[in-house]
């Protein structure tokens, strides 16, 4: 029972006149303290294959990069391997999280140049990384806070449709051979690809990177919510959703909003020197049950709802659903309610998602694990009773 929307990125574009037109999300990178640890981290709880190294062992010398694969999910962990590393500032100011959410278009130069020209600020000027058997060329601009965009063009051996079948990433890569790769394929997570990406920016800001997106990537705004939407008794945030012209990614970005009590928002901001950066990224399934079930049997640490939640949530999600002549959810109600999964509806369907707690010990980025039922939303109606969650776990850190 598959209905999920296809990813739009397992088609990559024909060429087109608009240097910005994003065939795929390459990678997203995170700065880490210790990559090959952290990949076994990830690799261990959320099923991701460690795939390729670029190390002291392979002619890396600045930095050791570890990639992580699962569906067309590609992770990129980085670890600086000397104090000069621009990384390592980076991780002493905000412990590990996500630098670069890195695009593939047809030219990488001509995308950076189009974004500058649309008023983006450089963050790395073109770079052709090069050997006999094809070339990765990298450009990248700034973005919010502590992160950027990067654009990667590839040619030869390492274009993307070979990377995905797991050839080398760019020169300096090995292939990596792991038994928890083994054990991965047996008991697979499911992660199909990174459905929304979302960021915190600082309060009053919101606007600015929506225009931003408008501006310098071509986005154009999806769906708003406003803070009377997301709010608590406590606390509040602001959030507009930003998508690119084909939709291959969706960007809310977050403000926090005045409240009574610490927005989530704010103690993200605080734990994070000040700067924004991204809260979390949201990975497509299309069974989300089995996912859950998967992910839990590993030891991935959920955020728990109240028992409650489920003695409301069927007849909200129901008559939402038989409102706009869509079936009820088809998904074992018991179950469901079981793994702790979230369930929303809006007029074009519904939606089963679940957050995970943060990923390191700063109350920074998480994931989420999300499947789709004809709902393009974020789960609107689960705000509330996810804030209250998220509530209980500031209060638990001494951040309310
Ligand atoms: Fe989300």
Same mark, same amino acid.
């Given at each position: 029972?598959t ?5 739009p ?37 959320f ?6 190294v670029?190390?002291l062992?392979?002619?890396s ?21 000397s104090?000069?590393?621009?990384a ?14 890195a ?6 130069t ?7 020209k ?12 090069t ?16 992160c ?22 760019m ?5 990596m051979? &792991?038994? $928890?790769? %083994?054990?991965?394929?047996?008991n697979?997570?499911? /992660?199909?690809?990174? !459905?929304?990406?979302?960021?915190? #920016?600082?309060e ?34 602001m959030?507009?959703?930003m ?32 700067t ?9 399934t299309?069974?989300?049950? &089995?996912s $859950?079930? %998967?992910?839990?049997?590993?030891g991935?640490?959920? /955020?728990?709802?109240p !028992?409650?939640?489920?003695?409301? #949530?069927?007849e909200?999600?129901?008559?939402t ?21 979230l ?17 390191q ?5 998480f ?16 705000f ?12 638990r850190?001494?951040?309310?």
């Amino acid at each position: 029972m598959t209905t999920a929307t296809p990813n739009p990125a397992s088609n990559p574009a024909q060429a087109s006149t608009d240097p910005l037109e994003l065939i795929d999300v390459d990678h997203v990178r995170f700065y880490v303290g210790n990559a090959k640890q952290a990949a076994y981290f990830y690799a261990q709880t959320f099923g991701f294959h460690i795939s390729q190294v670029a190390d002291l062992t392979t002619g890396s010398r600045d930095e050791a990069d570890y990639l992580l694969t699962q569906g067309n999910i590609r992770i990129m962990l980085t670890t600086p391997l000397s104090k000069d590393h621009p990384a390592a500032d980076e991780i002493r100011r905000f412990g590990d999280g996500v630098k670069d959410v890195a695009f593939t278009v047809h030219d990488a130069t001509k995308a950076y140049e189009q974004a500058l020209k649309n008023g983006g600020e450089c963050g790395g000027e073109p770079r052709e990384i090069t050997d006999e058997r094809g070339t990765v060329t990298v450009a990248s601009i700034k973005t919010y806070g502590r992160c950027m965009h990067s654009f990667v063009s590839r040619t030869g051996d390492y274009a993307l449709p070979n990377v995905k079948k797991g050839g080398e990433f760019m020169p300096v890569f090995r292939k990596m051979d &792991s038994p $928890v790769n %083994e054990y991965n394929t047996k008991n697979p997570c499911g /992660l199909k690809f990174v !459905d929304h990406l979302v960021g915190n #920016v600082e309060e009053g800001k919101m606007n600015y990177w929506v225009e931003w997106y408008e501006n310098v990537m071509g986005f154009a705004m999806f769906k708003h919510f406003d803070d009377a939407d997301i709010s608590t008794e406590f606390s509040a945030l602001m959030s507009k959703v930003m998508a690119s012209g084909n939709h291959l990614i969706k960007m809310p970005i977050n403000e926090p909003a005045e409240g009574k009590k610490k927005s989530q928002i704010q103690e993200y901001l605080e734990w994070h020197d000040m700067t924004p950066g991204v809260q979390h990224l949201a990975f497509r399934t299309d069974d989300e049950l &089995s996912s $859950v079930a %998967e992910l839990r049997r590993r030891g991935v640490d959920f /955020l728990s709802l109240p !028992d409650s939640y489920y003695d409301i #949530v069927w007849e909200r999600v129901n008559k939402t659903l038989a409102a706009h002549g869509h079936e009820a959810v088809r998904e074992d109600h018991d179950r469901i309610k079981k793994l702790g999964i979230l369930v929303d509806a809006d007029d074009e369907g519904y939606l089963l998602q679940l957050f995970t707690k943060p990923l390191q010990d700063r109350p920074t980025l998480f994931f989420e694990i999300i499947s789709r039922r004809g709902s393009q939303s974020f789960g609107k109606g689960n705000f509330k009773a996810l804030f209250e969650a998220l509530e209980i776990e500031q209060e638990r850190r001494g951040n309310l």
